[in-house]
């Protein structure tokens, strides 16, 4: 779905400039992200001795292509969620602080000495308190 000027600064508007999920002011490259995935189909390119994958152009859930399924996002909350639910980010999301304990002895080291300090707590996506705030 290719915004207009005017749907994309009413979209960059929607929270305040700020992105839908960790609430960051957006950067100058945001993303509009597909709530629900529309789920775009890719192919495989050979490019040289590379792999590359390749948009074939088809949309597998069209229905989705609609302004009230976008919203704004920084380019790493979009990348991270990519094609996922919002739950299934909000689970990804809720076990950052185990992954990075069981894979980072540079984490593990500065959680030791008081560099990170963990805060369990729910994800609550920006988007979800933006009217409460």
């Not at 920084?74 to 991270?80: A, D, H, L, R, V």
């Not at 500065?110 to 920006?126: D, L, P, R």
Request: proline letters at 4%.
């Amino acid at each position: 779905m290719k915004l207009t000027k005017p749907q994309r600064a009413a979209l960059h508007a929607k929270y305040g400039g700020k992105c839908a999920y960790c609430g960051c002011e957006l950067p100058k490259k945001w993303h509009a992200d597909h709530i629900k995935a529309v789920v775009r189909e890719f192919k495989l390119v050979k490019k040289g001795s590379v792999w590359k994958s390749q948009s074939t152009g088809i949309v597998k859930n069209p229905h989705l292509e609609t302004l009230g399924n976008l919203n704004p996002s920084c380019p790493q909350c979009n990348s991270y969620k990519h094609s996922g639910s919002l739950e299934n980010f909000r689970t990804q999301l809720s076990k950052q602080v185990e992954r990075a304990r069981k894979s980072s002895a540079n984490f593990r080291f500065a959680e030791k000495y008081g560099q990170v300090i963990v805060c369990e707590s729910s994800i609550v996506f920006y988007f979800e308190r933006f009217n409460n705030d």
